[in-house]
């Protein structure tokens, strides 16, 4: 305790000990107490999720796409952010019936799971018969009709050809749809307790919202993290010869001031303060001149006229641009 206490607070603090003034009793914990299992490596988790976070953001931005030539009146689609779960913390927040498609993605070693709510279904069959979201406040059946089935899975086939794309900048995945349930009391290959990264994608109709689901189990990403590169990887960034076309275009056609210097002359401070209007300052007629962009001298030339107009004559190129693609 040397350098938190000093010796008369020592003192103090033993002589209490001896007769039984501080109470040492452990203080019992209020409420239930929770088991927490540390092998489930929640902070390597942590680790991947601003990378996750940067493929579901770019999941989102296709979806809106895909979505909005099925249904016109959607107006947005937006990834939350990830979740850490489980199963039976999940269950409580997926709206009944729901639409949930078994997707192979090698090389994860699980599947992952795509689950369209039936508020999203609902929505999108109601508008496109013409009403408006009076169905969600009616409807109480758990099963879905042949016609919202086939919209669920039109959904979830268009939004399958979108996840390769959006996960290419971490990993390439080969996806693949297996079969399709209605509730996740169904889907043997998940546990209760078993660790998720669930996203839900907020798709908005302005006046109204649905959700798709992006379920991945962390024991089929766990063993190819590594692959990942972590947050810190942030995609693959191949060569595109029509951006190297592009770019050279665009900086070939920006505007740039040249500035011809034609005389330097160096006065007293005194005499500066007395010019005014009317004054002369004689200057010799430059033999060469110099032309700057940016302050920067690029080239020298010689100073005269040229069809009437004043002009310079480019003698000499001293520095030269840097040039994109040389």
Known sequence: MAGVLDQEEIDAL????????LDTAAEQPQGPTQNFNFSKQH????????????????????????????????????AAPIAV????????????????????????????????DSDLV?????????????LRKSRSSERFSTTELRLSEQIGEELLAELKPAWHSLIDIQVEIGNWENDTRFIDDLEDDETLLATRFVVSFGESEGSIWLVIPWKGIEPVRDRFGGAAKHGKREHDPEWDKKLRKGLEETELELVAILA???????????????????INEPAEISLSIDGIPLMRASFGTH?????AKIIETTRTPLLVGK
């Open 264 to 282: 330097q002359s160096r006065v007293k401070l005194k005499r500066a303060l007395q010019l005014k209007k009317g004054d002369v300052i004689a």
């Open 43 to 78: 902070y390597a988790l942590r680790r991947l999720l601003p990378a996750l976070e940067g493929v579901n953001n770019q999941f989102a931005d296709a979806a809106l796409d895909k979505l909005a030539r099925i249904s016109p009146s959607i107006e947005t689609v937006s």
């Open 85 to 116: 779960t489980s199963l039976q913390e999940l269950n409580p927040r997926l709206a009944t019936p729901c639409r949930i498609a078994t997707v192979a993605a090698a090389p994860l070693t699980t599947p992952i799971y795509l689950i369209v």
């Open 14 to 21: 033993m002589g209490g000990l001896d007769s039984g003034a």
């Open 122 to 134: 609902f929505d999108m069959v109601n508008r496109y018969f013409g009403g408006g979201n009076s």
């Open 307 to 311: 069809d009437g107009k004043i002009a």
